[in-house]
């Protein structure tokens, strides 16, 4: 593998974790999209490796949501130190998710994973042009909605 294998593990990692937002299931889909990526040895040494790992993640986090559904919420004790961020945190996460769902997984892929505008329209298929419009959009959906939520000036 051609690339940095800490960096993308932490960025497949990331991945899923937004996807399942449980940190010790993110990590088994993390692992299982590595133990399957390397087992197919005939793709390791050609194509676009992250892109093929971004699509395995994303099968494997489609997979768990097929044979289980979500679970209820822990029910962590939060200082209140903390409640700020964390509130903020559940706005921009509302925000997120309710967007249109490529719009968000978009979204998920340039600043969650860091990825390029190129690695992101690799993955999904689109044109580089369609990720950057996409982008611009899903920004504009995303600062009305916490304008309107007072989270954004």
């Not at 940190?23 to 088994?28: N, P, S, T, V």
């Not at 194509?47 to 822990?74: M, S, V, W």
């Amino acid at each position: 593998m051609s690339v940095n294998l800490q960096t993308e593990y932490d960025k497949i990692y990331k991945y899923c974790y937004f996807k399942v937002r449980n940190k010790d299931i993110a990590e088994d889909l993390t692992q299982e999209t590595f133990l399957k990526y390397f087992s197919q040895n005939s793709y390791i040494n050609k194509g676009k490796p992250l892109a093929y790992l971004y699509t395995i993640a994303k099968n494997h986090c489609i997979d768990y949501f097929r044979q289980k559904q979500t679970e209820a919420l822990d029910d962590t004790m939060v200082s209140s130190d903390e409640m700020d961020a964390v509130i903020t945190n559940i706005a921009v996460r509302q925000a997120v998710n309710n967007l249109d769902r490529t719009l968000a997984e978009i979204i998920l892929l340039r600043f969650g994973s860091e990825l390029g505008i190129s690695e992101i329209g690799t993955i999904l298929g689109i044109s580089r042009f369609a990720v950057h419009r996409s982008i611009n959009t899903a920004l504009k959906q995303l600062k009305q909605v916490l304008k309107e939520e007072d989270f954004y000036e």
